[in-house]
């Protein structure tokens, strides 16, 4: 977790298994991505579960992981099934030593899953490092980094 970052009005709390689950798959040589599952309750963002995404490596140095068009249908129709509780709320991926920050393919995905709420996410992991942040839209459009006090690990 890194310093910085803004105090939202909310809070978000992440499950302690969901957050197992999302440091298991980005401990590779390359970047992961995944989609974020759980519940805005009226203060509070809930993060329950973890869904893997379907990227895979090709060896490339310039290798990026993006949510394809097929992954999202796919897990879209397990939530309206009820075979994937809750709802999207959320994407994570993983930067291979570089830190964590949001690229402008990682702020172009944000915003792909923003119009379905203004409350989605983006996790950040480096997962040399393990460290990482959490982004969000601010009430005026902009990316924002929330700050570490406005997030719970439960």
């Given at each position: 977790?890194?310093?910085?970052?803004?105090?939202?009005?909310?809070?978000i709390?992440?499950?302690r298994?969901?957050l197992?689950?999302?440091?298991?798959?980005?401990?590779?040589?390359?970047?992961?991505?995944?989609?974020?599952?759980?519940?805005f309750?009226g203060?509070?963002?809930?993060?329950?579960?973890?869904?893997r995404?379907?990227?895979?490596w090709n060896?490339?140095?310039?290798?990026?992981?993006a949510?394809?068009?097929?992954f999202?249908?796919?897990?879209?129709?397990?939530?309206?099934?009820?075979?994937?509780?809750?709802?999207?709320?959320?994407?994570?991926h993983?930067?291979?030593g570089?830190?964590?920050?949001?690229?402008?393919?990682?702020?172009?995905?944000?915003?792909?899953?923003?119009?379905?709420?203004?409350?989605?996410?983006?996790?950040?992991?480096?997962?040399?490092?393990?460290?990482?942040?959490?982004?969000?839209?601010?009430?005026?459009?902009?990316?924002?980094?929330?700050?570490p006090?406005?997030i719970?690990?439960?």
């Amino acid at each position: 977790m890194r310093a910085g970052g803004v105090q939202y009005p909310f809070k978000i709390r992440i499950d302690r298994s969901a957050l197992a689950t999302i440091f298991d798959h980005v401990g590779a040589p390359f970047e992961r991505i995944g989609l974020l599952m759980g519940w805005f309750d009226g203060d509070a963002l809930w993060i329950t579960s973890a869904i893997r995404g379907d990227s895979q490596w090709n060896g490339d140095p310039k290798y990026y992981s993006a949510l394809s068009p097929e992954f999202l249908a796919k897990v879209a129709d397990a939530i309206l099934s009820g075979r994937i509780p809750g709802r999207i709320v959320g994407w994570y991926h993983s930067h291979v030593g570089q830190g964590v920050f949001m690229s402008d393919i990682d702020l172009q995905t944000h915003l792909r899953l923003a119009q379905f709420s203004p409350y989605v996410v983006s996790m950040v992991i480096d997962s040399k490092t393990f460290e990482y942040a959490i982004f969000s839209l601010s009430p005026n459009g902009s990316l924002v980094e929330v700050r570490p006090e406005s997030i719970e690990i439960v």
